[in-house]
């Protein structure tokens, strides 16, 4: 069999397998909470471009609300990414190393995890990678213009749109164009200027959506990173963000890319292909590693670097292989680990049925486990408390990823108005997530949009009489007249419903919340919360602890709830 022919029987069986199995997981909070951003499209969210957004709007307008349905593009994106990355090495270097750089990046634990479950990554990794093939035509073009270059720059977008990370290829690309003086010449070219110009219009949506809401994704991405607190030095996390790398990468894969970077390092003085590899390495890595100094990061946030760091640790592989015997062996033995742990990350339970009792709270897969019998469990709850209360309540959870698991796995999704999720988080004055931007339990609904809504369910005597206030509320006049025609119509709002309990003589807003007076049951997974978020105990008159339980798997403690019931809602104060 040719290694062409093993790549693709190799790539069909492991796409098919990541298919089937992609259904059988629950999904993470951040998938579910992904999915809201998806049924709430918008130019840009509170932490991310559209990508991921986009990507599941389609996937479940194409194969339905479900986890394969959110996921279906996952396994299809690590293909694409895989494919790409062997076209690559195989236009680098020649056929073996393109086969042996698919099956390394296949049997890489923080990859695989891409392949199974929809984020940001498997979106930012295949366009990086896209962004790679398309930059490398552009060059071997040169001096001459070519589409590659637009190309590049709308791949480089698209990424963006993904994941922020994925603009680093700007900054790649200028280094490695400036430090190779047969294409130093191209920065002032037009294919560099139409590049940088297809980007700037992929970061369109971006800059809009953040233009009208204060610049927000930026100060968040700050104190992500640590670069709004006080400056410090702290050696240890370094080192602790090093070892997360050999830990999701795999430790002989990560070491023996490590040392595919000296040999690199070495090769890129004279020879172009491993510089330009090695161009889409560094940066990345010397950017959150230098961040490291002083707060560990995500090991997720290097994972780009690993698309052209593959190619070279397959190249390296083979150079020394030729000069070492013990090399070929330790390569085999690396890839056997790494799918190892790949497979023991995917499934955990392999570990527990083997005899090894591990503990969720150390298990990563924790994440992915437990929300559909919790959210059974808080929909019991909630209905045997609106029996006992005699009315309906609303769901409140402790943080946006606890919220958005819960809600994708109730029965009864209920929402109580367009746009609201089935479940809120605490409301803060400052935005801290996407929930901010949707409609809210703190929120205030028009006395006139209301009436209108009520219209079509009114006899006509008393929809006649509030169809003529309604009017009147447009008739431009006088203050005294204004004040008139709006007493009028809450008399009148008022007749119509008065369950609302409307003060035409006081009411000067012309809105209500439709909250006021509620119960809210508010649902924390943090087992040290003894009492509700400290904003609702402002806003709720009283709360008690109704409920506490907990959620196990194979006998073992996986997640712990308490639930408390808050009731009285006041509209806070403004």
């Known amino acids: ?102 099956v390394l990046i296949n049997c890489t634990p923080i990859f695989n995890a891409g392949g199974l479950v929809m984020t940001i990554d498997p979106l930012s990794i295949f366009f990086w990678t896209a962004a790679l093939g398309t930059f490398w035509r552009a060059l071997e073009k040169s001096p001459a213009f070519s589409r590659w270059w637009p190309l590049t720059g709308a791949l480089i977008g698209a990424g963006f749109l993904a994941k922020y990370t994925n603009a680093m290829q700007l900054l790649s690309i200028v280094l490695l164009l400036a430090v190779t003086p047969k294409y130093r010449r191209e920065l002032r070219g037009p294919g560099f200027a139409a590049l940088l110009g297809v980007f700037a219009l992929c970061t369109i949506p971006v800059l809009v959506w953040n233009a009208q809401h204060d610049w927000i994704t930026l100060r ?57 590899l090695l161009a889409f390495t560094l940066p990345l890595f010397a950017l959150y590693f230098t961040l490291a100094l002083k707060q560990t990061g995500e090991p997720n946030w290097t994972a780009p670097a690993m698309v052209s760091l593959a190619i070279l640790t397959a190249a390296c592989w083979q150079e020394l292989a030729a000069e070492r015997k013990w090399v070929r062996p330790f390569a085999v033995l690396a890839l056997g680990f790494g799918a190892v742990l790949s497979l023991m990350m995917a499934n955990t339970d392999l570990l527990r049925v083997a005899g090894y009792p591990l503990s969720f709270d150390r298990d990563p897969s924790a994440r992915l486990r437990g929300w559909r019998d919790a959210a059974e469990k808080v929909e019991t709850l909630r209905k045997d408390y609106e029996a006992e209360l005699g009315q309906p309540v609303f ?180």
């Open 1 to 102: 069999m040719t290694p062409r022919s093993f790549i693709w029987l190799f790539l069909g069986v492991l796409t098919a397998l990541r298919l089937f199995y992609c259904s059988m997981v629950e999904l993470s909070p951040d998938e579910a909470y992904y999915l809201q951003w998806s049924q709430h499209l918008a130019p840009s969210y509170f932490s991310k471009g559209p990508g991921v957004a986009s990507t599941i709007w389609l996937s479940t307008h194409l194969f339905g609300v479900s986890e394969f349905g959110i996921r279906a593009f996952s396994p299809l994106l690590a293909l694409g990414t895989s494919l790409l990355l062997a076209g690559l090495a195989r236009r680098f270097f020649n056929e073996k190393t393109a086969l042996w750089t698919v």
């Open 220 to 276: 968040h991405l700050g104190e992500r990173g640590g670069l709004t607190d006080a400056p410090r030095f702290h050696p240890s996390e370094f080192f602790v963000y090093l070892g997360l790398h050999f830990g999701v990468y795999s430790p002989l894969i990560f070491g023996a890319m490590l040392v595919a970077l000296v040999w690199s390092w070495k090769k890129a003085r004279a020879h172009f292909r491993p510089r330009f």
């Open 395 to 574: 769901l409140i959870a402790n943080h946006y990823g606890t919220a958005s698991a819960l809600a994708f796995y109730l029965r009864d999704k209920r929402r109580e108005g367009p746009g609201h999720p089935p479940i809120y988080c605490p409301m803060s004055a400052a935005p801290g997530n996407q929930f901010y931007f949707w409609p809210r339990y703190d929120g205030t609904v028009r006395y006139a949009d209301l009436a209108r809504d009520l219209l079509p369910a009114l006899e006509p005597a008393p929809r006649a009489a509030l169809t003529a206030a309604l009017a009147g509320l447009e008739v431009p006049g006088t203050p005294e007249q204004e004040t008139l025609g709006r007493v009028r119509f809450l008399k009148e709002l008022k007749e119509a419903a008065p369950h609302l309990g409307i003060d035409e003589q006081s009411s000067e807003e012309m809105g209500f919340s439709p909250f006021t007076g509620r119960t809210a049951l508010y649902i924390t997974d943090r087992v040290k919360e003894k009492k509700p978020a400290s904003s609702l105990m402002r806003e709720f008159g009283r709360w008690k602890m109704i409920a506490e339980f907990e959620i196990t798997e194979r006998g073992l403690p996986l997640r712990q709830f308490r639930v408390f019931a808050c009731s009285d809602y006041r509209q806070p104060e403004l």
